[in-house]
């Protein structure tokens, strides 16, 4: 493990050059008894061969798995048995993934729900209800911690019952800051993940790494709201990719925040309306396990008194109602 995390240091930020290892070597400790020629000629740049050759790297894994362990944190690695099935299909795996919380989390059927950081409040309604309806049957919901979609999916999913996120930063670096306390909410009932060391911050170019680790782990990828350059976009490609289902909730026409999802939907992507469009991708029997547990009894509407109803009446799931209406 102290092998995989040094390895880690030098490669979580070249895709490129963790599969030319991990493709190169059978056993992670022959990396460190390779020279910096040998690495180079293997195609590693230089800069790269010569980090994996230098000395104190070792120790520096070793700190890491004593801050891991104060802190309450493991870290599992690509050569562990429990590392996620799905997530070593996908042709770029992570080599370590940090991890704060549940562990067994990651046996549970999966959906990613991703979309705009800046959701109208259709998107921030149905964003949460879906996740809500999705954990509350037993998926666990996957996101990136981010603002918007990414962590109104959190909160929902909570409501319901496990949801993962998958950061772009180290574990010790939570970002955006204001989503502290979700991120300890959710390693109360879930799990957070990140390839980058505890202290990583969280770099422009780590997000678009870190949503194929996010579509990777999903049976599908739900697309509520974004731009058609926005990065949800970016996890629908390489869910797509990865053989994974693309899904989308389509949107206003007239809104700049429906072009993403809509362009997915014009493009062959399952359009979702509720959490029985999501399951329906299931593979069997998966599907039908979930969708027995629905309950036949239909609930029943809240208990409102004269004056109750009347703001009841006046409140919409896609649109604004200011106070003093």
């Not at 909730?249 to 809509?262: A, K």
Request: glycine share 8%.
């Amino acid at each position: 493990l102290k092998h995989w995390i040094a390895l880690n240091f030098i490669l979580s930020d070249s895709l490129r050059s963790a599969r030319i290892v991990t493709q190169s070597f059978s056993c992670v400790q022959d990396v460190f008894h390779a020279s910096s020629s040998d690495l180079q000629a293997l195609g590693l740049e230089r800069g790269i061969a010569e980090a994996l050759s230098s000395p104190g790297l070792l120790d520096r894994a070793r700190e890491e798995l004593d801050k891991l362990e104060k802190r309450g944190y493991s870290v599992l690695s690509i050569g562990d048995k429990q590392f996620p099935k799905r997530l070593r299909e996908i042709s770029d795996p992570p080599l370590v993934l940090y991890y704060a919380g549940k562990i067994d989390t990651l046996n549970v059927p999966s959906v990613s729900i991703v979309g705009a950081r800046r959701p109208t409040p259709y998107g921030r309604a149905v964003a949460e209800k879906l996740a809500h309806d999705l954990s509350a049957k037993g998926v666990v919901v996957i996101s990136g911690l981010a603002r918007g979609i990414d962590s109104i999916s959190h909160w929902g999913a909570l409501r319901g019952g496990k949801t993962i996120a998958v950061l772009g930063s180290g574990l010790d670096r939570i970002y955006p800051k204001e989503n502290g306390p979700l991120f300890e909410k959710i390693i109360e009932n879930g799990l957070v993940l990140s390839e980058y060391p505890l202290k990583a911050p969280p770099l422009k170019y780590h997000f678009p790494c870190r949503n194929r680790i996010i579509s990777g782990l999903s049976i599908g990828t739900v697309v509520v709201e974004g731009t058609k350059r926005s990065g949800s976009l970016i996890t629908a490609r390489l869910a797509l990719d990865q053989n994974r289902e693309v899904m989308a909730v389509p949107g206003n026409i007239t809104s700049e925040l429906s072009q993403g999802p809509n362009w997915l939907l014009q493009d062959g992507a399952k359009l979702v309306s509720d959490w029985k469009d999501v399951v329906e991708e299931f593979p069997s029997p998966m599907r039908e396990e979930i969708i027995s547990r629905e309950k036949k009894k239909k609930k029943e509407p809240p208990s409102l008194d004269k004056e109750e109803k009347m703001v009841y009446n006046l409140l919409f799931p896609d649109k604004l109602t200011s106070v003093d209406v």
